[in-house]
């Protein structure tokens, strides 16, 4: 069974960093993308950042050029670093993911990964 579990949130000024990180244990195939999403109140998910299993990465228009998702294939850990941060970040930040090829067919959409975590609250101060 796959398990996912983020950490790093917090609460941090406006223009300040976080960096979420994402391990994930339990893979069953080789190949997988992750992808980081996150829900505010009253709003929908939005997908924020994802990576393929070929390497490419994905980013929402709203947090292009402040947000980079990387990982570490030691430890099995993906990371958001994000920077310039913004009130309207503020949410609950979630990391998914799941077997793919090549990468997923909407990797923001969200509906093709099958293994979430609990999520991680993150909280942008004016």
């Not at 993308?33 to 299993?53: H, T």
Request: aromatic fraction near 12%; charge should be negative; charged fraction near 20%.
């Amino acid at each position: 069974q796959v398990q996912v579990v983020e950490s790093g949130g917090g609460s941090v000024q406006a223009g300040g960093s976080l960096r979420l990180s994402c391990r994930a244990s339990g893979y069953m195939h080789s190949t997988y993308c992750v992808g980081w999403f996150r829900q505010a109140p009253g709003k929908e998910r939005e997908g924020v950042a994802a990576l393929d299993d070929d390497g490419r990465t994905h980013y929402a228009d709203s947090v292009k050029g402040r947000f980079t998702v990387s990982k570490d294939y030691s430890v099995n850990t993906l990371y958001l670093q994000m920077n310039s941060l913004k009130p309207e970040d503020t949410a609950m930040y979630y990391c998914a993911t799941d077997h793919c090829v090549y990468g997923m067919i909407s990797p923001l959409g969200g509906d093709e990964y099958n293994y979430w975590g609990q999520g991680t609250q993150v909280t942008v101060s004016s």
